[in-house]
């Protein structure tokens, strides 16, 4: 583990579940901030801004602030100024993220509702967060619909679960492959694990991959992707955590631990 200097931490499973900390998990933060390592929050989570995140994370007692957080909004935002400017966006997502998509031209909810939108007045781009009550039947039919007539199709993840204080429920990607199958078309996913979304994560922390850990506990999303991108990477067995998804993976983790308060032990803190 020689030569790591910055630390990729994902929050919902590793940190926290419902929001609440994972005994030892603000303990090792506190570690590996007095070990001056530099550290960002990567998050597929779609409910809240990084502010809001940070401002619950802090109330649990971990050591972040709001610039040490990179969420999918935020990766989607830099992604459709980039390939989309002045688009009109259709989100349909679980929570409020609006303020994470800066210079984003979002379709009002009045707008959304119209089900013969058209012509001027039809979203460019349809954009999916996380999954909740708003993905009923007809939201997702009017998206299809818009797909159908030719918009392009984002997705911030396709998580198909996560952990709540209640077990799993079912994230995006348990809706968006029948809609892409119906509609035709391919979503492009500018959160984890898109390769795109780690890049901006060692762009934000100034360091080569080489240099770079990303601790998760999703093997595919998390673990899988980083690796693909010659980051370290380390599995906790918490959160979504299966041992038949571990088992039946399409790859080996470099290192896997019982849980976040493990990780200064294996960098040395």
Request: proline share 5%; aromatic share 6%; hydrophobic share 45%.
């Amino acid at each position: 583990m020689k030569g790591i200097g910055a630390v990729l931490i994902d929050i919902d499973g590793v940190l926290t579940v419902s929001w609440k900390a994972l005994p030892g998990a603000v303990e090792a933060m506190e570690r590996l901030r007095a070990a001056e390592l530099a550290l960002v929050l990567v998050t597929n989570t779609t409910s809240r801004t990084r502010a809001a995140v940070a401002g619950r994370l802090a109330r649990e007692g971990f050591p972040v602030g709001a610039d040490d957080i990179l969420t999918a909004p935020t990766a989607t935002a830099a992604y459709l100024r980039a390939h989309h400017p002045d688009a009109r966006c259709l989100l349909i997502s679980s929570g409020e993220v609006g303020a994470d998509l800066a210079g984003v031209e979002l379709v009002g909810e009045g707008e959304q509702e119209r089900e013969g939108a058209a012509g001027r007045d039809a979203p460019d781009v349809i954009v999916f967060g996380g999954a909740g009550p708003e993905f009923s039947y007809p939201v997702l039919n009017r998206a299809f619909r818009h797909l159908q007539r030719g918009a392009h199709l984002v997705a911030m993840h396709r998580n198909l679960y996560w952990r709540t204080a209640d077990g799993f429920d079912l994230d995006t990607g348990a809706f968006l492959p029948g809609l892409e199958r119906a509609a035709g078309v391919t979503a492009t996913v500018t959160g984890k694990p898109s390769p795109a979304f780690f890049d901006t994560a060692l762009a934000h922390l100034g360091v080569p991959a080489s240099e770079a850990l990303m601790i998760g506990d999703d093997i595919e999303s998390d673990v899988l992707a980083a690796q693909r991108r010659g980051i370290t990477g380390v599995l906790v067995k918490t959160g979504k955590y299966l041992p038949e998804t571990h088992r039946d993976a399409d790859g080996t983790p470099d290192h896997v631990l019982d849980s976040f308060a493990g990780l200064p032990g294996l960098l040395g803190y």
